[in-house]
C-alpha cells in the first residue's frame, strides 16, 4: 500500500476508524461524501478523471458560493500543493487554477499568504523542505494560470519576490522559478515591467550570460522595455568578442536543459531573431553556431545548430540561405546523416524534412528561395553521391517555376558536374582506407549521375499528375536520349544534342539511365489508364517515345545508337510504325490498345538488344495481323482440333499459339511493365484460346516438364539490374561496417572448412595414400627402422600434397558452383512459374465459361502437392499461396462456369472419378481437401449443363445395357451428371471414411458435398444408418455427419414426406440400440460414441419437432429409464457432465425432469443398519445445529426395508428459499427414475419416493421402484422392467384411442406432441390432483 504523505488529509472512513487523532480533525463530518470524493479524483493519474473531477467540484461550489465548503476547498487545495506524491501536485495546482479563475472576488493576495503561512520555508522542517518549495512554486503558477495575476499589482509583486526567494534553491527546484518569472513577466504590461525590472535584473552583465533564464529575461526587457534596460545595465553588445564565449556557454546549457524533448531552446531562436534584428547574423552564425557549438563534439549542440538551420531558413534571404548552405552545419548534418544507420540511433533526418516541407509550403511565392534550398540540400554530398534519398516527399510542395528549375538543374549537373559547388565530404571509416580509387573525381561522377537519374525518375513518379506535360516529355526524351543515343554532331532539331559532356558517359552509368528509363516508363503506363498513361493529344506515351526515337534514327548524320542497327533490324522497326498505323484504324476495339501498347514496348527493347528483339518483333507483328482480319467465331468447341484462321495453312501454327509463346518469352524477363502488359494482352487473347496454345502455358507450370534442361523459354536474372537499380540511395555502408564485414568473411571461412571437410570423398582419400606411400612418408610396422627423408625427398613430396589438395580445392569449388547453379536456376523457375501463374489467373477470371479452364484442374493441384510436399524456401510458399488462391476463389468459388461440354461429359466424369480417388490416397487432409473441392466443382459443372450433348452416348448406354432401372426424372433427367456413376463414386469415398482409420478424409468435405449436390444424399444415407451401429470410430464420424447433414433445408428437400418419415424412423431405431449400452463406457472412444448418439438424438428430436412428425418413442423411454441407474453409477467420471446434460435433455424432451441433487449426511439418512464406512464418516465432521440446512418432509421420507414409514422431520420447519424453488418445480414434476412427485403426505403415511441411488448403491439394488409413467404406484418385489410400462401406458389414452386397439399391436404408441411440454403432461397433470386430493384431510 501506499503510504500518505503527512500534508494530506485523511479520507473519511479513515479518519472515523483511527483512533490517534482527535475526531473530526479536518471538518470531515460537516461535508458530504460526493464532496469529499472530489478532491481525491483530481489526483488521480488520469486525465479524463481529473478533469471531470474539477469540473464537478466547480459546479458544486457554484451553488454554494458562501458555504463552509468553498474554505474546505481552498483549504484541501494548497494542503494539495505539498503533498508527497509528485505526480498530484501539479494536478493541484491546475484546480486551485480554474477555481481563482471561476470565483474572482477570491483575493490573490489572501491565497499567497495562506500558501506561504502553509508552507513557510523559514519555519518548515529539513524532511518537509523539498514539498514546501514544490508547494510556493506551484502556487504562484497556480495564480499565474488563473489569469488574474498581471492584473493584481500586489499579487504579481509578492509572486516575483517569492519566486526570486525560491530561485536560491537550485538543488531542488533547479530553474524553475527563474523560468516561471520569464513567463509571467512576459504577460505584464510595459508599465508594470518597467517598475518590476530593477528588481529581478542585475545590472551586472556576469550574471546576465550566467544561465539561460537571465539571459531571456534580458532579451524580453530589450524586446518591451528597450529604453529602461539601457538606463539599468547601459549599451550591451552580445555579440562582441568577449561576449560570444559566454553565448556559447548559454547555448549549450539551453541545449543540454531540452536533450529529453528534442526540440529548440526559446533563448536560442531568440537570439537568431537579435541577430537578424541588428544585422548580425553573419557574426552569429560564423562565431557562435559553427565555430562555437558545432566544435564542442557535443550531439545536443550539434542537434540545436540543426534546428537552428531548420527554424532559420523561413527567416533568411536569398544571400544569407547561401551562407547558412555551405557552411560547417549543413556538412556535420551530411555526416550526421550518413553514420546514423543503426536502429537505435537517433536520426535528425525526419525532423529536417518538416522542417524543410514547412519552409517550401510558406513560401510559394517565391520559387528563387525554393530553388535555392532545394538546391543547397542535393549538393550535400557523401563522395559525389548526395545524402538525401532520391524519393524526397517535399517536392510535392515546389511551386511550378522552381520545379522546372530543379528539374534544369539536375539535368545541367547530368551532363556537366560541377564537383566544386558541392558540399562534399568524407566519413572517418573512409578517411582511413588507403583505396585510392575511392577518392578518383570519377567515382564522384558516377555517383552523382545515379543518383541524379533516379531522382528525375522520382520526381515523375510522384507528381506525374501535377506535372506539366512538357515537363514530364522533357525527362522522359533526356532519358530516352542517354539510355540508348550518342551524340556525333549537334542540331537545332534535338535539344538534347546541344550539351556535351563534362565527362563522358560510362558504359556502366548508362545501364543505370536505362533502368531508369524503364522505371520511367512503368510509371508512364500504369494500367493503361486515360489520364496517366496517355497525353492530352490521346496518345500513349510510349507512342511519343517512339516517335521520338523514329527522329533520332533518322538523323544518323547527328545521333547514332549505341548499339547500331543492322539492316534487318532497321526494317523491323520499319514495319512496326507500319503496323502502328493498321492499328489506329481499329483503335475502337480494346484488344487494338492492348496490341500497340505491346507493339511498343517490344519495339523500345528494339534499341536495348537488337539481335533478341528482332525476330519477336516480326512475330508479334505477324500475330496481330491475323488477330485483327480474324472473323469473330459463334463456337469455339466446334472448332478445337481445327485450324482457327480462314486461309491459314495447316502446317503453321495458329497466331494466339506464337503470341503466347511470345507472352511467355516476355514474362521471362525481370521487367514488371512487362509483366503487366502481358497480362493485358492475354486478357484481351484468351478468349481465342487453343488446347496447343493453353497447353504451352501448362508444360511451364507442370513440375515434369519444367524441370528439364531443353526448356523453350531462358529465364534471366534480374539480380544485376535489382543491384544497380537499389544502389543509388546507398551510400559506402562496406566502409562504415567493415568490422561487421571481417567478421561475416571470417564465418564464412569456418563454413567453408566445415563444407570442405565433408566433401573429402574416398577417392581423394587412395589418391593421398598413394602419394603419401610413393614418398615413404607413411611407413609400415618397421618404420622405425628406415632412415628419415632427406630434404629434397621432403621438397617432392610437399609439391605433391600441395597440387593434389590443389585439385582436390578445384573439384570443391567445382561441386559448390554446381551446386548453387542449380539452386539459383531453380529460384528463377519458380519466379517465372509464378509470373505464368497471371496468365491462369487471367484466364479463370476473363474466361470461366470456357471450357479450357477444365483442364487447369489438375496441373493446379500438381503444383498444390508439390509445394505442399516441399515449402521450405519463402519461393515456394509463395507459389503455393498463388496456386491456392487461383484455385480456390477463382476457379472452384466462381459463380460462373462452363455450359457447353460437347463430348466431354464421360471424360469429366471419369475425372471426377480419378479426383475423388486422389482425395482418398493423399497423406495429408489439406492437400485432399482441394482434390475433393476440385470433384465438387466438376459435378457442379456436369449438373449445370444440359443433356442434349450426352443424348447420342445415353440411349447407347441405355440399348446396351439390360437393367431395367428407369432414368432419373425431375431436374437431374436434364443435366449431364451420370447419378448411378456418381453415387458409387462417393458411396466408394464415404464407406473408406468410416473404415479406415487414418483417412485423409474430414466430415467438412462430406458435408460441403451434402450442401452443395443434396441430390446424392438419398443413396449415401443408408451407408450412414448402417454404420450407427458399427464399430467406434465409423460410429461417432456416422452420428456426427447425420448431427450436421439433418438440419440442412437442402437435403430435406431432396425427401419426400414418407421417406423422410422412413429415414427418421430408421435412425432412431439405430439409436436406440446403441443406448442399451448407456452408462457402461470404460474407454475414452467408448464415451465418446456415447456421447455422439446422444447428440443425434437430441438433433433427431429437434428435427421431428420442427416437421411435426408422429414417431414410436416407447422403446426409447424404457431404454432410457432402464440404462439410469448405471449411468447414475458413473456420475463422478471424467466428462461425465456433459453426458449427463444430453441424457436429461433428451429425457426432459420425452416429458421427464432432471431431479434436484441433495447433499445429505449420512446419519441423516434413515437406515436399519449402518456400514463402518458410514460411522468413520460420521466421525470425520460435522457442523453445528443451527447451521444445518433443513430438509423438506417428501425429501427426507425414505422407506426402510420392512416397509415402515421414514422419519419425516415435521418439527423442523423447512427453508424459505427451498420452498420457493419446491413450489417452482413442482409444476413439471419427476424423480430420479421418472416418477412424477406428489406433495408430501401427512405425517404418518408411507412415501413413494424412492431411496437415493448416488449414495447408497446396495439400497438402490433393492429399494428401487421401476419407472412409472404415469405415477402408478408399482409393488416393490416387481422385477423392473417394460412389463409396467405396457400395463400402465395404454389406460391413459396417449393417442387418443382406446385400449383394444393397442392390443393387437402389443405396444403402446407415443406421440412427440409439439404444443404440449412433455410428452406425459396430461397424465402426470391428472395424477398430481388425485394425490393432492388423497394428501387432504
Keep these: ?94 484546480a486551485l487554477a480554474q477555481l481563482l479563475q471561476s470565483f474572482e472576488d477570491l483575493p490573490l493576495c489572501s491565497i499567497l499568504q495562506q500558501i506561504q503561512e502553509k508552507y513557510d520555508l523559514h519555519q518548515v522542517k529539513k524532511a518537509m523542505l523539498r514539498p514546501a518549495l514544490f508547494a510556493n512554486l506551484f502556487g504562484v503558477l497556480a495564480l499565474f494560470q488563473s489569469g488574474r495575476l498581471v492584473k493584481d499589482q500586489e499579487a504579481l509583486m509578492k509572486s516575483v519576490k517569492l519566486l526570486q526567494a525560491l530561485a ?27 517598475e518590476i ?221 560541377d564537383l566544386d559547388s558541392l558540399v562534399d565530404f568524407s566519413t572517418n571509416n573512409q578517411k582511413k582506407a588507403q583505396d585510392s580509387s575511392l577518392h578518383m573525381p570519377e567515382r564522384a561522377v558516377f555517383r552523382l549521375r545515379k543518383w541524379i537519374i533516379f531522382r528525375l525518375v522520382s520526381i515523375v513518379d510522384s507528381l506525374h499528375l501535377e506535372m506539366e506535360e512538357a515537363l514530364t516529355e522533357q525527362v522522359a526524351r533526356f532519358c530516352l536520349f542517354h539510355s540508348f543515343f550518342v551524340t556525333k554532331k549537334p542540331t537545332s532539331q534535338i535539344p538534347e544534342t546541344k550539351h556535351p559532356f563534362s565527362f563522358p558517359l560510362e558504359n556502366q552509368a548508362r545501364e543505370a539511365v536505362s533502368s531508369a528509363f524503364f522505371s520511367l516508363l512503368q510509371t508512364l503506363s500504369t494500367q493503361f489508364k486515360q489520364a496517366p498513361g496517355q497525353t492530352q493529344g490521346g496518345q500513349p506515351w510510349t507512342y511519343h517515345l517512339v516517335q521520338f526515337a523514329d527522329l533520332l534514327l533518322n538523323h544518323s548524320h547527328n545521333v547514332t545508337t549505341v548499339t547500331p542497327f543492322t539492316a534487318q533490324q532497321r526494317q523491323a522497326w520499319d514495319r512496326m510504325l507500319q503496323t502502328l498505323k493498321e492499328l489506329e484504324a481499329h ?82 524477363q525481370p521487367s514488371h511493365l512487362m509483366r503487366q502488359v502481358a497480362r493485358s494482352v492475354f486478357g484481351h487473347i484468351c478468349s481465342h484460346l487453343t488446347p496447343r496454345a493453353l497447353q504451352l502455358i501448362l508444360d511451364v507450370l507442370n513440375p515434369e516438364t519444367s524441370e528439364d534442361e531443353n526448356d523453350r523459354v531462358v529465364v534471366t536474372d534480374d539480380s544485376d539490374e535489382r543491384r544497380l537499380k537499389g544502389a543509388e540511395d546507398k551510400s559506402e555502408e562496406g566502409e562504415d561496417n567493415r568490422s561487421s564485414e571481417s567478421e561475416e568473411e571470417s564465418e564464412g571461412e569456418e563454413s567453408e572448412e566445415e563444407e570442405r571437410d565433408g566433401d573429402v570423398d574416398q577417392g581423394f582419400r587412395e589418391q593421398l595414400m598413394t602419394v603419401l606411400q610413393a614418398g615413404k612418408a607413411l611407413g609400415g610396422e618397421d618404420s622405425e627402422n628406415e632412415e628419415e627423408l632427406g630434404d629434397e625427398a621432403m621438397m617432392a613430396l610437399d609439391q605433391s600434397l600441395a597440387s593434389l589438395f590443389a585439385e582436390q580445392k578445384l573439384r570443391i569449388q567445382a561441386r559448390r ?83 457447353d461440354l460437347g463430348e466431354r461429359a464421360e471424360a469429366l466424369h471419369a475425372q471426377v472419378e480419378r479426383l475423388v480417388q486422389q482425395a482418398g490416397r493423399q497423406p495429408d487432409s489439406p492437400t485432399a481437401l482441394y482434390h475433393f473441392n476440385a470433384s465438387l466443382y466438376l459435378l457442379r459443372v456436369l449438373k449445370g449443363n444440359t443433356a442434349e450433348g450426352c443424348v447420342h452416348e445415353t440411349q447407347e448406354k441405355q440399348k446396351a445395357s439390360t437393367d431395367p432401372s428407369p432414368m432419373p426424372t425431375g431436374p437431374q433427367a436434364a443435366s449431364c451428371l451420370d447419378l448411378n456413376l456418381v453415387t458409387r463414386v462417393y458411396s466408394t ?54 448431427q450436421k447433414t439433418l438440419s440442412m433445408r437442402e437435403v430435406r428437400s431432396c425427401f419426400e414426406d414418407p421417406e423422410w418419415k422412413q429415414l427418421m424412423g430408421q435412425v432412431l431405431a439405430k439409436v436406440t440400440e446403441n443406448l442399451r449400452v448407456l452408462g457402461e463406457a470404460q474407454t475414452k472412444a467408448q464415451h465418446q460414441q456415447a456421447l455422439s448418439s446422444l447428440e443425434l438424438l437430441n438433433v433427431l428430436f429437434r428435427t421431428c419437432k420442427h416437421e411435426k412428425l408422429t414417431l414410436d418413442l416407447t422403446v426409447l423411454l424404457g431404454v432410457l429409464q432402464g440404462q439410469q441407474q448405471s449411468l447414475q453409477q458413473g456420475a463422478h467420471s471424467t466428462g461425465s457432465s456433459r453426458l449427463h446434460d444430453l441424457y436429461w435433455q433428451a429425457m426432459k424432451t420425452l416429458g421427464v425432469q432432471r431431479p434436484k441433487l441433495e447433499k445429505k449426511d449420512a446419519k441423516e439418512v434413515p437406515s436399519a443398519t449402518h456400514s463402518p464406512i ?27 426395508e420392512d416397509g415402515t414409514p421414514a422419519a419425516t422431520g415435521g418439527s423442523q420447519p423447512p427453508s424459505m428459499g427451498r420452498k420457493k424453488r419446491n413450489r417452482t418445480k413442482a409444476k413439471v414434476p419427476a424423480q430420479a427414475n421418472g416418477t412424477p412427485t406428489t406433495k408430501s403426505p401427512a405425517p404418518g403415511a408411507p412415501t413413494l419416493s424412492p431411496s437415493t441411488p448416488a449414495k447408497y448403491p446396495k439400497l438402490q439394488k433393492k429399494n428401487q421402484k421401476p419407472s412409472q409413467v404415469n405415477g402408478a404406484p ?48 396430461s397424465g402426470a397433470k391428472k395424477k398430481k390432483v388425485q394425490l393432492r386430493k388423497a394428501g387432504k384431510p
Excluded at 536560491?168 to 522559478?177: A, G, K, S, V
Excluded at 409393488?1275 to 393417442?1295: D, F, I, N, R
Design 168 to 194: 536560491q534553491y537550485q538543488n531542488h527546484l533547479q530553474e524553475q522559478p527563474r523560468k516561471a518569472l520569464v513567463d509571467i513577466l512576459s504577460e505584464v504590461s510595459k508599465a508594470t515591467l518597467q
Design 1 to 94: 500500500m501506499e503510504s500518505r504523505d503527512p500534508a494530506e488529509p485523511m479520507s473519511p472512513g479513515e479518519a472515523t476508524q483511527s483512533g490517534a487523532r482527535p475526531a473530526d480533525r479536518y471538518g470531515l463530518l460537516k461535508h458530504s461524501r460526493e464532496f469529499l470524493d472530489f478532491f481525491w479524483d483530481i489526483a488521480k493519474p488520469e486525465q479524463e478523471t481529473r478533469l471531470a473531477a474539477t469540473e464537478k467540484l466547480l459546479e458544486y461550489l457554484r451553488g454554494r458560493p458562501k458555504g463552509s465548503e468553498m474554505k474546505y476547498a481552498l483549504k484541501r487545495l494548497i494542503t494539495g500543493l505539498g503533498v508527497g506524491r509528485e505526480t498530484a501536485r501539479p494536478c493541484y495546482s491546475l
Design 817 to 899: 558452383d554446381e551446386k548453387n547453379k542449380l539452386q539459383k536456376e531453380k529460384a528463377l523457375r519458380r519466379d517465372f512459374q509464378i509470373r505464368v501463374l497471371d496468365l491462369v489467373e487471367v484466364l479463370v477470371t476473363k474466361q470461366p465459361e470456357n471450357a479450357l479452364v477444365l483442364e487447369l484442374l489438375e496441373p493446379l493441384l500438381s503444383i498444390i502437392r508439390r509445394s505442399l510436399r516441399s515449402s521450405s524456401s519463402k519461393q515456394e510458399q509463395d507459389l503455393l499461396h498463388k496456386t491456392a488462391r487461383i484455385f480456390t476463389h477463382h476457379l472452384c468459388r466462381a459463380r460462373r462456369y462452363c455450359h
Design 1274 to 1321: 408399482g409393488s416393490p418385489t416387481e422385477p423392473a422392467g417394460q412389463k409396467q410400462h405396457e400395463k400402465a401406458l395404454p389406460k391413459k389414452g396417449v393417442l387418443g384411442k382406446s385400449p383394444l386397439s393397442a392390443l393387437a399391436r402389443k405396444k403402446a404408441r407415443l406421440s412427440l406432441v409439439i404444443r404440449s411440454p412433455s410428452l406425459l403432461q
Design 587 to 668: 483503335s475502337a476495339e480494346a484488344r487494338a490498345a492492348a496490341f500497340q501498347h505491346l507493339l511498343l514496348l517490344v519495339g523500345i527493347h528494339l534499341l536495348k538488344s537488337p539481335a533478341e528483339s528482332c525476330d519477336l518483333l516480326g512475330d508479334i507483328q505477324t500475330c496481330i495481323r491475323k488477330s485483327l482480319g480474324e472473323k469473330p467465331r459463334r463456337s469455339r468447341t466446334k472448332t478445337i482440333g481445327g485450324s482457327l484462321l480462314l486461309g491459314q495453312d495447316p502446317q503453321e501454327p495458329p497466331w494466339v499459339e506464337v503470341l503466347v509463346e511470345i507472352l511467355l518469352a516476355l514474362l521471362a
Design 1174 to 1200: 458410514s460411522k468413520k464418516r460420521k466421525k470425520k465432521g460435522f457442523l453445528p445445529e443451527t447451521k444445518k440446512r433443513k430438509k423438506r418432509k417428501s425429501e427426507d421420507g425414505t422407506p426402510a
Design 197 to 417: 525590472l530593477p528588481e529581478v535584473l542585475k545590472a551586472d552583465l556576469n550574471i546576465i550570460l550566467s544561465s539561460p533564464e537571465q539571459l531571456e529575461l534580458f532579451l524580453l526587457a530589450q524586446q518591451k522595455v528597450p529604453s529602461k534596460l539601457k538606463k539599468l545595465v547601459g549599451s550591451v553588445n552580445l555579440f562582441s568578442d568577449e561576449n560570444v564565449p559566454r553565448l556559447v556557454n548559454v547555448l549549450k546549457m539551453a541545449a543540454s536543459s531540452v536533450k529529453k524533448d528534442r526540440k529548440l531552446p526559446a533563448i536560442a531562436l531568440d537570439l537568431l531573431r537579435l541577430a537578424l534584428k541588428e544585422d548580425k547574423f553573419p557574426r552569429f552564425w560564423k562565431e557562435v553556431v559553427e565555430q562555437g557549438l558545432l566544435k564542442m563534439q557535443f550531439w545536443p549542440a550539434s542537434y540545436l545548430c540543426f534546428r537552428l538551420l531548420g527554424v532559420a531558413l523561413p527567416l533568411l534571404t536569398k544571400e544569407q540561405l547561401h551562407l547558412v548552405m555551405q557552411g560547417d552545419v549543413i556538412r556535420h548534418y551530411g555526416e550526421h546523416v550518413c553514420t546514423a544507420k543503426l536502429p537505435k540511433q537517433f536520426k535528425f533526418a525526419p525532423e529536417m524534412d518538416d522542417y524543410v516541407g514547412t519552409f517550401l509550403e510558406g513560401c510559394q511565392d517565391d520559387p528563387e528561395r525554393q530553388l535555392a534550398v532545394l538546391v543547397a540540400f542535393s549538393s550535400v554530398t557523401n563522395q559525389g553521391l548526395p545524402v538525401t534519398p532520391t524519393f524526397w516527399r517535399v517536392v510535392r510542395f515546389l511551386s511550378p517555376p522552381a520545379l522546372r528549375g530543379y528539374v534544369a538543374w539536375l539535368r545541367a549537373m547530368f551532363l556537366q558536374p
Design 989 to 1042: 469415398a464415404l464407406s473408406s471414411f468410416l473404415t479406415k482409420r487414418n483417412s485423409p478424409l474430414t466430415v467438412p468435405m462430406f458435408l460441403s458435398l451434402f450442401s452443395r449436390h443434396p441430390v446424392l444424399c438419398q443413396s449415401l444415407f443408408p451407408i450412414l444408418v448402417q454404420h450407427i451401429t458399427g464399430p467406434v470410430r465409423p460410429r461417432h464420424q456416422a452420428c456426427l455427419l447425420l
